[in-house]
């Protein structure tokens, strides 16, 4: 025996194919057995399903159907541990039974179809776990009518049952290694693709490579050119107390960098206070901001102070800034020029030294012309632009981004850090992401929570918009234009919009109605009309 172990392993160490190995690994275990047939079944990455790999009957009048599938599961979610295959790889067990039909607790279903199909007869049945890293199930080796000790069907004696284990840890390791070498290869081809295909100005890039002039903010990732550019802009600008305008689509980091600019600042231990502009009604944000006096409006039962007194000394964050209501610009405008504060309902003016940095996704030019944007107070806000590119126009960032999103949320939840396995990868590197970083941390998110712990995340855990064709909204409008009346197709056609900007806005109704340019309250009655829901993990 020792000799065969010693032949099989050279001739494994040869073998390149998976199937090379296991039709090796078969061979071998009809010999120590002498059955009369056997079959390998692998385990799929998601641990659900059973193939046949390799198989081998000496007597069959007609082939053993290969390709065959077991599910692990029942429709119930639960094990089916009364099929032999299935309580073997689920619980690491061997079966090693003389006759099959004294045999009680098992459904040996699977077992007499094969008999059916192959024209066998089985009565002794041995199946062994093919595991790897103590008790990790890869798969199966099935074996039938085998010899006992004196030459007659019956289950194998201990010695060959062991020697059937030793040869199915060789048969689990060289699988489980070939599948690392399959991946590592796929992955290589992907990576090369993607150098490929980095737009032109990422591989032309400067003689001198941009060097951060500041140290980088803590959790932001990246290090395009695009992301390095701002970086160096706000170490620049940081130490002063100009104002700055953060620019790019929802999603792309703006308040992350606002928060950058106040810990690089000399105000670091100031406060740093955030208001979204496009958040309240006029009255409500011109009250958050500015404060108010006794008795200014009804329910103004004392003084408050507004988020200007609270950021004194420190930054005030204006988010969608270019939301402000006109009327409230003006009084942005002398708190940016002169640190001038009014409450509302006061007559007394109150002076405060804050920095102010605003962000904006919409065209402020166009809002200007359009006479809803203050041209002076754009002037004003504009002294130091940053403009922070879609996700997008920097595809170099994705890897880096998936990879601290995975490790951030596993780190949070307590478990451990999945992998994304390679038409995953491909996929999230191809996505245009309409919602920037804050879509992909999403996608990554409910991602984490579909796969299984210790599987990777598959194509099948991601939205269906990136697998499917990338034409229309969401990459989902239909190719051809469905048959109904003009309301009907519209409305299919208004349904995806919706739930694709719904996405896009993190299921945010604001934001969604926001993007759209109506109402909060359409948003909901649209939801409701077209049964729209968010999906279980975003
Ligand atoms: N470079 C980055 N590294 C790590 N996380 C990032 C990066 N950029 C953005 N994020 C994350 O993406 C999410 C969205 O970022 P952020 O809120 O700063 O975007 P925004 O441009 O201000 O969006 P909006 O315009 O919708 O307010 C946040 O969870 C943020 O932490």
Known sequence: MLDEILELTEALAGAEKVETVLDLVLDSALKISRAEGGSIYTLDTLGRNLHRTASKYFSTASAVPSGERIDIYGPDGVPNLNLPSALVVSTGTVINISDIKTAVGYDFSRIEEDDRVGGTTTRSLVIVPMTVLKDRSVGILQLINTRNGVDQIGAVNEKALKQLQALTIHAGICLWNARILEENTRMKKQFDRYVNELPKQMTKR???????????????????????????????????????????????????????????????????????????????LESELFGHVKGAFTGAGTNKQGLAHEAHNGTLFLDEIGDMPLALQAKVLRLLQEGEVRRVGA????????????????????????????????????????????????????????????????????????????EALDALMCWSYPGNVRELKNILDRARLMAEEGYPIQLEHLPIELSGPRDGIGGRMPSSIPDGDLKSIVGQYEALVIEAKMREAGWNKTNAARLLKVSRRTIIEKLNRYNITRPAGF
Do not use: W
């Open 206 to 284: 400067p003689d001198k490579p941009l060097k951060p002039a500041h140290k980088k903010p803590q959790g932001l990732v990246g290090d395009s050119p695009p992301i390095e550019k701002a970086i160096n802009l706000i170490g620049k600008a940081a130490g002063s107390d100009v104002p700055i305008l953060l620019r790019g689509e929802t999603g792309t980091g703006k308040e992350m960098m606002a928060a950058f600019i106040h810990q690089s600042s000399d105000r670091t231990d100031k406060p740093f206070v955030v208001q979204n502009c496009a958040a309240l009604p006029e009255a409500l």
């Open 347 to 422: 007559t007394k003016t109150e002076y405060v030294d804050v920095r102010i940095v605003g962000a904006t996704n919409v065209n402020l030019e166009e809002k200007i012309e359009q006479g809803e944007f203050r041209r002076d107070l754009f002037y004003r806000l504009n002294v130091f632009p940053i403009n922070l590119p879609p996700l997008r126009e920097r595809p170099s960032d994705i890897p880096k981004l998936i990879d601290h999103f995975l490790k951030q949320g596993a780190a949070k939840a307590g478990r451990p850090v999945p992998v994304v396995d390679s």
